[in-house]
């Protein structure tokens, strides 16, 4: 019987050894073996077989995280997913693991802040070259290729802006010319949306966010296909990036309810983006609405919508916005999303100011939501009278 991934989420990773629907945290930095031999043997079926969990030192992993890696790797459709203790030592891992000094990367503008800052600035220091493309104009990811383009580097939707490409026609561009691809899929989860399947070579989701579910732990994953493996897993050794065990099982644990707490921050963010869409000074950055590009690019590659947004609020009052914010009860303000809560951020990425195409006026601001699984009645009461703040 081929099971629906729900019910996967529910009855994997199982342990009948000890009898428990849960598996073991299993801590190791020494692995002991029967004989010199029974090292040597072991050693020679990761050689055979490096993905199946063939372990002689605790760096590699142990079957905590090897049982993380295979839930995930059946979630992305990917040939094999890598482990790192934070969602950026993915980014960094996808971005070491292919380019060399006299490389160029191009990069979606609207990225996640960190990874504009390892790209632009930290790796220039290595003489890899990084040119920021228009995420709504293919043209200028196309005119910007060179023959020392190893990497386009996309996020969907884009940070804080939440742009949409069409990421079938970068995929395409990418082969042609013999470039490798890496897209940030924290957003969506590949519960919504399966990079690795639609052509990408290497996909991050920051496993803070929406595997953990629950703000208390950090992890990164990095699901690569056949085409790349030995290069991210060459990376992956030399950097010593690891995932402890704890921290796999909490996001294991997290796991199990992924599908349900997904489908209800999309419920819930799609009332609160109901509520929004009404009010005048509030322009909604969310595939909500039917008649846009964004939304087009959303419905073509995504089967759902997570809890994150952002609000465009027209006020010549920066002021007003920000009370706005600080009025509301029920949303936290604090870095990182995900969890069960509520969480907002005004976001003044002008004072930031280093997007290359970012068209914001002056009395446009940013703000972002994140939509918890609260009653979304109580939320939607909040920014009612939140909002009547705002000038
Ligand atoms: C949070 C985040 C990261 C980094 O993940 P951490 O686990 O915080 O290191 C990377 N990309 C995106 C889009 C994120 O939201």
Redesign the pocket.
Known sequence: MDKSFKTFLKHTAKDFHNQSVNPPVVRASTIIFKSIQDIRKTQNKYKKDPTGGHFDYGRQGTSTTHVLEKILNKLEESYHVFLTP??????FLAIFSVTRPGDEILVSDPV?K??RLLTEDYLKEYNIKTVFYNPHDINSLKKNITKNTKLIFV?NPG?NTFEFQDLSKIISIARKRKIFTAI?N??ATPYFFKPVKLGFDMS?V????YYSGHSDV???SLAVNKKIFKHVEKAHKITGLRLGPDDAYLITRGLRTLDVRLDRHQENARKVASFLSKNKKVKLLYPYKKDSFNFRMWKKYYKGASGLMGLKIKSKNKQSVIKFVNSLKLFGYGY???GFESLALHQDIREQGNRKFLKLEKNEHLVRLHIGLEDPKDLIEDLKRSLKFIR
């Open positions: 934070t969602g950026f030592g993915s980014v996640y960190p990874t996020e940070s940030d924290t957003w991050i920051s496993a803070t966010k950090m992890g990164g990182s999303w995900g």
